[in-house]
């Protein structure tokens, strides 16, 4: 059983957990059946293609529901997408947890490691990650994040000019993208900081660079977010970042034209306190080069572009973990790199790069056998001739 | 064996177990159904969670999904299930399949009545054990089974490995840091012992990483001991034999215990044991594997006696030798076999 955002809900989450049902069940796996949601689902369980989906309950990560979800589902094992931080009593039910966990800093928050005492069989997303957990002595298993390459492919089939003409950017612009939520970690204050003093000592770019930003400029009422309007305008920045309105980006786009946005850009700018990111992958899968940070897991995510140093670590979160603070002028000096740059070689070096994050390859090499040794250690079946695992009538 | 008496074996068999966590239970039931699966059975386990907070529907659930076999086998711990048997037993009567309880301790008169009345037999490890239930006729008494060990080390070779002195003598306690075990009561002993005694303390932490006591044994022994304090922390099963093969004898000072499955560890790497009076200990005497103390007082002369008289530790170790062989998994394995297709012929 999965808990998760609904396979619809607009967030990293939600769309990895949908990619995942979706790509077990092109190579052929049966494990996963039940979905419990964390948001996008209240009020009745219905079904989604042959995944029973479980509405949330009043705790906001579905805490108060999922065991008994779990045992009317009569499932094997909970594997959760999301913040393992975030999660008060789930770590004490009586349950086989397989949290996936992102590491994004170092060394790891004892808020991440306490949540983890109980967990039956972590997943790190990096190899970072992985090398952190068993320095708390906690064993994980390495599946990275994935992304659809049949999906996210470079559009050559409409011209560049005219993917920036829908967006209202100028056709001949050269565009740094940036595909984000607006989150202090994010860092894209300091990346538009970036931005500027590019322009700044590139005098030529000013002809035609230009940045888009798919977020929310406003801060949403949130407390972690940024409003950046006064940023941008404080930064000269007014006639050359352009974002969508509120309501076209609260609306969302549907992810069949998410590979449009990203072809519109000439680089991704991803360089969030974070590191890693599934937008690196999926502009990668589009042949679109990356800046990301030298921090956390990163580099192990970027495909083609550049590597932005860290300057300095920051601690802005609830769990009190240590975040890179991009190096601005080292952001400046790497974007002019790629300004300059061939954009045939960082695409041709792109596509080639991201193959082992493609969703068949990631489930077939990662996920299947993982699942696989799930089943032998939650349902043992030892025999003479070794341990394999057992089914019953209620288990699928 | 006819073809008739085949049939009324317990073929398939259900365990209801912790499986795979750090947890004494967890490591008894995996040997154990190996040693069931030796004889042909196939083990059904069914996976009892074993650090967090359960309600009553958990246990129904937990039996509920089990598949249909021959026989419920159910290890039995108190803090397993919490108060929760009730729940346990209803779903599996429901079943109409034989039932055995493996008792790893007993004396909780809230709950041992239940399990008897619910359970077709109950295994115990010891004598003391099968006394501290209610008068019945379902209690069967089969000694707990020694461990196979990965190799039996000799006393030099494993201290070169764990860079322990050669010309020392050395008392080894084992087993999980917590009151019960009495690591205070060693630390007293050996102090009051000569220098060339050494006290090696193996064994980490159980629930909690530090936990007052573990600071209180820490401190006493810092003060009585200092430098012949060994501390040798959590022993991962690759260094088993070298952990009791560096002891010239082991103590266990236990304040409390039913059973003990670090005491068969000693066993099984043939080793001299020196224990507190306690029932379990006291009724394998008979052995000649253990020695036991009743007073705290009397424990630096039982010690030093076992390691100043080689021939007395070398007696002690062979019977610790004759005592594994008999009682191995695999023995254990077929008497406890022997219990399910009794109840599977006459059911």
């Known amino acids: 059983m999965l808990l998760a955002d609904a396979p619809w809900a607009n967030t990293g989450y939600g769309k990895m957990a949908a990619n995942l049902v979706r790509f077990s069940r092109v190579c052929g796996l049966d494990h996963i059946w039940g979905w419990t949601c964390i948001g996008g689902l209240s009020g009745g369980k219905i079904e989604w293609g042959d995944i029973q989906l479980y509405p949330r309950g009043q705790d906001m990560w579905s805490q108060d529901v999922v065991m008994n979800y779990y045992m009317e589902h009569n499932a094997d094992v909970l594997i959760s997408m999301k913040d393992v931080w975030l999660f008060g009593s789930l770590p004490s039910m009586p349950l086989d947890w397989a949290p996936l966990v992102p590491i994004d800093h170092s060394p790891i928050s004892t808020h991440i490691t306490a949540k983890l005492q109980t967990a039956f069989a972590p997943i790190a997303i990096s190899k970072f990650g992985q090398i952190e957990l068993a320095q708390h002595k906690i064993h994980s298993t390495y599946i990275p994040h994935a992304v659809d390459t049949n999906l996210y492919r470079p559009i050559d089939e409409v011209p560049k000019p005219d993917l920036k003409s829908r967006l209202d950017l100028p056709p001949g612009s050269w565009v740094v993208g940036l595909v984000s939520m607006n989150r202090s970690r994010k860092c894209i204050a300091r990346q538009l900081r970036g931005f500027a003093r590019f322009l700044e000592n590139n005098p030529d770019a000013q002809k035609d660079a230009v940045m888009f930003m798919w977020t929310s400029v406003l801060p949403e009422g949130d407390s972690a977010a940024v409003d950046l309007r006064p940023i941008i305008r404080e930064l000269g920045l007014n006639n050359r970042v352009y974002y969508p309105g509120q309501a076209m980006y609260e609306k969302g786009l549907p992810e069949v034209k998410m590979p449009h946005l990203y072809n519109t850009f000439d680089v991704l700018t991803n360089v969030s306190s974070e590191g890693a990111g599934l937008p690196i992958l999926e502009a990668g899968s589009c042949g679109i080069p990356q800046l990301v940070l030298r921090y956390a897991a990163g580099p192990e995510y970027w495909t083609s572009g550049a590597i932005v140093n860290c300057a300095d670590i920051e601690y802005w979160s609830t769990p009190g973990v240590p975040f890179g603070l991009l190096d601005i002028d080292d952001y400046a000096e790497k974007l002019a790199k790629i300004y300059n740059g061939d954009p045939e070689k960082y695409r041709r070096r792109a596509l080639r790069a991201i193959k082992p994050f493609n969703w068949e390859s990631v489930v077939r090499r990662f996920w299947e056998p993982f699942l696989g040794d799930l089943e032998s250690r939650v349902r043992p079946l030892v025999k003479k001739d070794g341990i394999s695992a057992w089914r019953s009538n209620l288990v699928k | ?347």
Request: proline share 5%; glycine share 8%.
């Open chain 2, 1 to 347: 064996m006819s073809s008739s008496a085949k049939a009324a074996e317990a073929q398939r068999i259900s365990l209801i177990t912790p499986w795979r966590v750090r947890c004494g239970i967890a490591t008894f039931s995996e040997q154990l159904a190996q040693g069931y699966a030796h004889h042909g059975r196939e083990v059904y386990v069914s996976v009892l969670s074993r650090f967090s907070e359960k309600q009553p529907i958990y246990y129904n659930w937990l039996v509920s999904r089990a598949p249909d076999v021959d026989v419920f086998v159910v290890q039995h711990e108190y803090g397993l299930y919490l108060g929760n048997e009730g729940s346990l037993y209803d779903t599996i009567g429901d079943r109409k399949t034989p039932v055995v309880t493996e008792m790893h301790s007993t004396g909780n008169y809230n709950v041992d009545p239940g399990i008897l009345a619910r359970s077709d037999r109950v295994i115990v490890h010891n004598d003391y054990c099968a006394g501290r239930l209610p008068r019945n006729d379902k209690t069967v008494v089969i000694p707990h089974p020694v461990p196979m060990p990965k190799r039996i080390m000799g006393r030099d070779e494993a201290r070169r490995e764990l860079k322990l002195p050669l010309d020392k003598k050395i008392v080894l306690v084992f087993g999980f840091i917590t009151p019960a075990k009495g690591h205070d009561v060693a630390v007293r002993a050996v102090a009051k012992m000569p220098d060339d005694v050494l006290l090696a303390i193996a064994g980490g932490w159980h629930t909690d990483e530090n936990t007052p006591f573990i600071s209180e044994v820490s401190g006493l022994a810092g003060r009585l001991l200092g430098k012949r304090a060994l501390w040798l922390g959590y022993v991962p099963n690759d260094k088993m034999p070298a952990t009791f093969g560096a002891a010239d004898v082991i103590l266990m000072a236990y304040k409390q215990a039913t059973e003990s499955g670090a005491f068969m560890t000693a066993i099984a790497h043939h080793k001299a044991v020196v224990a507190s009076r306690l029932p379990n200990f006291a009724e394998k005497e008979r052995h000649g594997i253990v020695k036991v103390f009743q007073e705290e007082e009397d424990l630096p002369g039982i010690l030093q006696g076992i390691l100043d008289d080689d021939e007395e530790r070398l007696r002690m170790e062979g019977a610790a030798a004759r005592f594994a062989g008999e009682n191995s998994y695999a023995r254990i394995a077929v008497r406890h076999l022997e219990l399910f297709d009794s109840l599977v012929s006459s059911g």
